[in-house]
């Protein structure tokens, strides 16, 4: 898993450097002195270049991400599978609710005359 991280890292930079490279299609571009003539790799052929080369990176860098969720997905376990049930005990049996205790104590003199 860590050197399949390690690929995943790299790819990632490797896509953010592209998408930079890549030359805007926008106004903004264009505003700031960018055009079609002054990307980096010329006029031409490198968009296309570039294109299908950051389609390739982001294709590589979602099969990545799947498999990584995929492997830590079987690693890692919820805290709930891990939970020991409390123990039920196995002779229980049933108990009568006791008497109801009362205040009242026998004074042993007696109301009817």
Known sequence: MGFLTVIHIIVCLLLIALVLLQDSKGAMGNMYGG??????????????????????????????????????AEKEKSALDTLIPPSIPTNSAPVAPEAPKTDHAPTGKSTNP
């Open 35 to 72: 055009s079609a003539s002054s990307s980096l790799l010329g006029p031409t052929g490198a968009p296309n270049f570039l294109a299908k080369l950051t389609r390739w990176c982001a294709i590589v860098f979602a099969v990545i991400c799947i498999v990584l969720s995929k492997i830590t």
